[in-house]
């Protein structure tokens, strides 16, 4: 049974910091790209930042500079540390694990964790 398990949110203040961590089990880890997304009230889920499984990270625009993503194969681990928090931050966050099965179908093998939660307040 694959689980996503997502720890680290919470309370912050503008310009705070908080690191998410995301554990894996169930799946190879290592061949896995690792993804965070998040969905603030009343607007659509987005990709906020993705790691590879060779360790290429990429993020989303208004994140870039504040936010690392890194990933522990060791220990089946993702983490995203977010710096500089602003309200606009505040989400749930969720980690996403993604593998390609068949490249010309297009079929993917992916798994959610539940999320948590991450409010950026004054």
């Known amino acids: 049974q694959v689980q996503l398990v997502e720890s680290g949110g919470g309370l912050v203040q503008p310009g705070g910091s908080l690191r998410l961590s995301c554990a894996a089990s169930?799946?190879?880890?290592?061949?896995?790209?690792m993804g965070w997304y998040r969905q603030a009230p009343g607007k659509q889920r987005e990709l906020v930042a993705v790691?590879?499984?060779?360790?290429?990270?990429n993020y989303a625009d208004s994140v870039k500079g504040r936010f690392t993503i890194s990933r522990d194969n060791a220990k089946n681990m993702v983490y995203l540390q977010m710096n500089s928090l602003i309200p606009e931050d505040t989400a749930v966050y969720c980690c996403?694990?993604?593998?390609?099965?068949?490249?010309?179908?297009?079929?993917?093998?992916?798994?959610w964790g539940q999320g948590t939660q991450v409010t950026v307040f004054s």
């Open positions: 996403n694990a993604v593998r390609v099965v068949d490249w010309e179908a297009r079929r993917v093998d992916e798994h």
């Open positions: 169930g799946i190879i880890f290592s061949i896995y790209a």
């Open positions: 790691i590879t499984s060779g360790g290429s990270a």
